[in-house]
C-alpha cells in the first residue's frame, strides 16, 4: 500500500525573538490506514491537546516563531523518542500509541497500521518536526545567545490511569530543573494569578521534546506547559466526548497565556 499525508505534517511560523513553542499534540489529521483502525473510541480523538492553536494564537504578535503538529498523536507521537523508549516507569503511552488514556484500545483488533506505515511516519512526521525545531532552536541561538522552547499541552483535569485524583491547572514541566535554568522556571509561575492552581514538576516533568533540547549548559533552555483543560472547555458536555470552547473561560485564561509567554520574552538568560 503506497503511504502519503494528505495535509503537511506541521506548520510552522518563523519569528523574531529567543522563544520557539511548539505544539505536538495539537494536530486531528489521520493517514488513511490509522483512520481506517481506530476503533469507535478512538475516533473521537479524546486525547487530543484540544485547541491549543486557538489558546495562543497571539504568538505572532509577540514576535514567537511557532511550530504546530497537524497530525494526530495516534498517528505518531512527537513527544515521543524517535526509538520509543519509555519516559515513564508508570503506564503511558508510546510513540504508535495502542491504547487510549481511558485504557482501552486506540485500534480495532488486527487493523493497527503495519511497520511498513509506522517508517513512513517516523521519517514524514516525526524527522522533519524534529529537524525543525533543532533548526530554529540553533538559528535562535546563534542570534541572541540562547533560545527558549516552550513545549505546550493540554489534557483532561482527571485521568485515572495517569495519575490519581484531579490535576492542577498549570502543569510545568523542567525535567527536575535539568532543562531550562531555575529563572524562567520562576518567571513562569511568577505571573499565574491565584485563582489557577499550579505545580513545578509534579505528575509531568515534561516529555521527549523538553528533555531533548532543554541544554541550559549549551544556552537552550526548553519548559514544558501541561494546562488541565478544566481551565478552557466546556465541562458540561464533556462528559460525552464533546470537546468546545468555553466561551466565558476563554478570555481569562487566554490574557493568562500571554502574560506567561511575555514574561518568559523578558527572562534574562
Given amino acids: 500500500m503506497s ?24 494536530g486531528l489529521a489521520l493517514t488513511a490506514e490509522v483512520e481506517a483502525g481506530l476503533s469507535a473510541q478512538a475516533k473521537k480523538l479524546p486525547d487530543t491537546d ?22 494526530s498523536r495516534y498517528v505518531i507521537d512527537l513527544n515521543r523518542p524517535y526509538d520509543d523508549k519509555p519516559l515513564y516507569t508508570t503506564k503511558t503511552t508510546g510513540l504508535f500509541p495502542d491504547i487510549l488514556f481511558e485504557d482501552s484500545p486506540v485500534f480495532d483488533q488486527g487493523k493497527a497500521p503495519n511497520d511498513e506505515h509506522k517508517a513512513f511516519c517516523k521519517n514524514e512526521i516525526w524527522k522533519p518536526y524534529h529537524t525543525t525545531i533543532e533548526q530554529e532552536l540553533a538559528r535562535l541561538k546563534a542570534k541572541f545567545g540562547y ?88 465541562e458540561g458536555i464533556l462528559k460525552n466526548h464533546r470537546y468546545e470552547l468555553d466561551q466565558q473561560k476563554i478570555p481569562v485564561i487566554k490574557e493568562q497565556l500571554k502574560s506567561i509567554i511575555t514574561s518568559i520574552l523578558k527572562v534574562n538568560l
Fill in 50 to 71: 484540544w485547541f491549543i492553536p486557538e489558546l495562543y494564537d497571539f504568538f505572532e504578535s509577540l514576535g514567537v516563531s511557532c511550530i504546530k503538529a497537524n497530525y
Fill in 3 to 26: 503511504h502519503s499525508l494528505t495535509v503537511p505534517a506541521f506548520e510552522f511560523t518563523q519569528g523574531d525573538s529567543p522563544l520557539l513553542i511548539s505544539m505536538p499534540h495539537s
Fill in 147 to 234: 533560545a527558549i522552547l516552550f513545549d505546550a499541552h493540554s489534557i483532561a483535569a482527571q485521568v485515572p490511569m495517569l495519575f490519581d485524583g484531579t490535576l492542577p491547572d498549570f502543569n510545568w514541566g523542567t525535567n527536575q530543573g535539568a532543562s531550562c535554568h531555575e529563572s524562567l522556571a520562576n518567571a513562569v509561575t511568577q505571573v499565574v494569578q491565584p485563582y489557577y492552581t499550579q505545580v513545578v514538576n509534579g505528575r509531568f516533568k515534561g516529555g521527549y521534546i523538553t528533555r531533548q533540547y532543554g541544554q541550559p549548559d549549551n544556552n537552550i533552555h526548553a519548559i514544558q506547559l501541561e494546562l488541565s483543560q478544566a481551565t478552557y472547555l466546556n
